[in-house]
């Protein structure tokens, strides 16, 4: 597994710097900031490797160029992407060697239609998924459909209770104040909250978090639990015919939560 180091950025992302004890150099995940990622270089003293990028969004793009010409390292991306800066482009089922590491590539849209993960198969798995899923939460749609998301939020469901999820954005407290709205009485959202605020307290992140919490907390990964659905219809008033029913009022209520 990688050592995962987070390089907050702007005010609320985080740019994922991964490293190995057993080599040399750096890969980071979205830089949207160049200056961020050469400060860590220049700290660490290590090289940078390569980028990985989820989608095409400035605040994951805008430091790509100037690291490009500054390094001349490739950029791995989504195979679709509008962002014209990526050397080696990636659709669903390829594999990467990076660092000796071998990562899994899955489309994932729904909050862009380039969106994809990076997934390390593990005895600790870890996933790097940009704005899909977050702590408590999942993107906003504006290139994808609920349906997609949906998808992409059951993808995640196939992958070990035990995988660490980076995530871009410390968005951990507001999700979860939407997430107890629609789940007043889950005792495990409002323990979440605690640590949440306690670690950010410290000025710590809140991330990574894991598949294990998020089927316990996250309404997006929950969509298919009575709680969940009763909320839903309360909410709009309508009755709940699926899950992606389900699904699709409680994305539209947290845009406005």
Not at 60 to 71: P, Q, W
Not at 129 to 138: I, Y
Request: aromatic fraction near 8%.
């Amino acid at each position: 597994m990688f050592t995962v180091t987070p390089l907050p950025a702007f005010s609320d992302n985080y740019i994922w710097m991964l490293t190995k004890s057993n080599a040399s150099g750096m890969i980071v995940v979205d830089p949207g900031d160049a200056d961020v990622v050469i400060k860590a270089i220049d700290t660490y003293q290590q090289p940078l490797k390569a980028i990985l990028l989820t989608h095409h969004h400035p605040d994951h793009t805008g430091g790509v160029k100037e690291l490009v010409d500054r390094y001349n390292i490739p950029v791995y991306g989504p195979k679709n992407s509008p962002f014209t800066g990526i050397s080696y482009p990636l659709g669903d089922s390829d594999q990467i060697d990076i660092l000796g590491e071998q990562l899994i590539i899955k489309e994932i849209p729904g909050h862009t239609l380039d969106h994809i993960s990076y997934y390390l198969k593990a005895s600790q798995p870890q996933i790097f998924c940009g704005d899909t899923l977050f702590l408590a939460g999942c993107g906003r749609l504006f290139e994808g459909t609920p349906e997609q998301m949906l998808q992409s939020m059951s993808y995640f469901k196939t992958l070990p209770a035990n995988t660490a999820v980076y995530c871009t954005h410390e968005y951990s407290l507001a999700n979860l104040n939407f997430a107890q709205a629609v789940e007043p009485n889950n005792p495990d959202i409002q323990a979440t909250i605690e640590q949440c605020k306690a670690l950010r307290a410290q000025n710590l992140p809140t991330l990574p978090t894991r598949l294990s919490q998020e089927l316990t907390i996250n309404p997006f990964m929950r969509s298919q639990c009575e709680d969940v659905r009763k909320a839903a219809e309360m909410h709009t008033g309508k009755a709940m015919m699926s899950e992606l029913e389900t699904f699709t009022a409680i994305r539209e209520w947290k845009n406005v939560f």
